[in-house]
């Protein structure tokens, strides 16, 4: 299986607001619902993004230094630099669902963690692929109070 590049849309890709429930705290605290909700907003901006395949839609949802860690990849550092690789393609997302286990969140930061999967189309091919794995991401309230992925490491399954 061709996954090479894939981490990029996958990443980002990871996460609408499906699996949030049951694993959301605050270090120490109740977490605001305006947090919450701007958390949503992003995750529901990532498979949005991920499923239209916009190279800017994608990059916009990363801070200016957000650094993505994709399996067997070197680290993507900088937005301008993700969008580069998201522009490359080679694949077509056919579906993406995220299953968010567990959020923290501690003032303007959070942490997430979870799992997906991922049914894609390779570009010149017929069959589709799936795609399994977990991911790691840190977020980042904007100034404009927006939240924004900052870091993401994310791994397939062992098979």
């Not at 239209?52 to 993507?76: C, I, M, N, Y």
């Not at 567990?102 to 979870?114: F, R, S, T």
Request: proline content about 4%; aromatic content about 8%.
């Amino acid at each position: 299986m061709r996954t090479k590049g894939l981490p990029l849309i996958l990443a980002v890709t990871c996460m609408a607001l499906t699996g949030i429930a049951s694993g959301c705290r605050a270090m120490g605290q109740a977490i605001d619902a305006n947090d919450m909700a701007g958390i949503a907003k992003l995750h529901r901006g990532d498979v949005a993004a991920t499923l239209s395949q916009d190279p800017d839609a994608l990059a916009a949802l990363w801070t200016k230094d957000g650094v993505l860690f994709g399996e067997g990849d070197r680290p993507v550092v900088g937005r301008q630099a993700l969008r580069e690789a998201y522009a490359k393609g080679g694949w077509k997302v056919l579906s993406y669902t995220p299953h968010i286990l567990d959020v923290a969140v501690d003032g303007d930061a959070a942490v997430e963690w979870g799992r997906f999967e991922v049914s894609f189309r390779t570009t010149g091919t017929r069959q589709a692929e799936e795609l399994h794995g977990r991911f790691l991401r840190a977020m980042k309230k904007q100034p404009d109070g927006k939240w924004r992925f900052t870091r993401i490491m994310w791994q397939k399954d062992p098979q």
